[in-house]
C-alpha cells in the first residue's frame, strides 16, 4: 500500500500491511507498525463500519475486474479467501455462542 499527503510534497511512502501489528480494542481494530525509510509509526483505527465498508468496496465489479487484469493475482486472491472464510465464519459463530452461554455470569 502507498500513502501519500499534501505535506509530504510528491514523496509517496510504502506501508507494508503484512509487516503491521493488530491490536484489538473494544470499539475497534488498529493496524500499528513504521513506514521506512522515514521511520514514522503509524496507527490506523478501524471500527465495525470501516470494515464493512471496506468489503463492500472490495465486493465490487471494479475490484474483480482490476485483480483479473493482473497475471497471477485474481485465482489465488480467491483460493486465499476460500480457505479464509470458514475460519472466520467459525470464529464468529464460536464467539457469539460463548457470549450466549456466558451472559449474566460473573467473570
Given amino acids: 500500500m502507498i500513502v501519500w499527503s499534501k505535506g509530504l510534497g510528491k514523496q509517496r511512502l510504502p506501508l507494508a500491511l503484512a509487516d503491521a501489528?493488530?491490536?484489538?480494542?473494544?470499539?475497534?481494530?488498529?493496524?500499528?507498525?513504521?513506514?521506512?525509510?522515514?521511520?514514522?509509526?503509524?496507527r490506523i483505527k478501524l471500527g465495525p463500519n470501516d470494515l464493512r465498508d471496506f468489503l463492500r468496496l472490495m465486493a465490487t465489479p471494479q475490484t474483480a475486474r482490476f485483480l483479473?487484469?493482473?497475471?497471477?493475482?485474481?485465482?489465488?486472491?480467491?483460493?486465499?479467501?476460500?480457505?479464509?472464510?470458514?475460519?472466520?465464519?467459525?470464529?464468529?459463530?464460536?464467539?457469539?455462542?460463548?457470549?450466549?452461554?456466558?451472559?449474566?455470569?460473573?467473570?
Fill in 21 to 42: 501489528t493488530l491490536v484489538v480494542n473494544p470499539g475497534y481494530l488498529a493496524m500499528e507498525g513504521n513506514i521506512e525509510p522515514v521511520c514514522w509509526d503509524y
Fill in 68 to 107: 483479473a487484469e493482473r497475471k497471477g493475482v485474481l485465482l489465488p486472491f480467491i483460493g486465499s479467501l476460500l480457505v479464509m472464510a470458514p475460519g472466520v465464519v467459525w470464529a464468529i459463530l464460536a464467539h457469539r455462542v460463548g457470549a450466549m452461554f456466558h451472559k449474566g455470569k460473573p467473570s
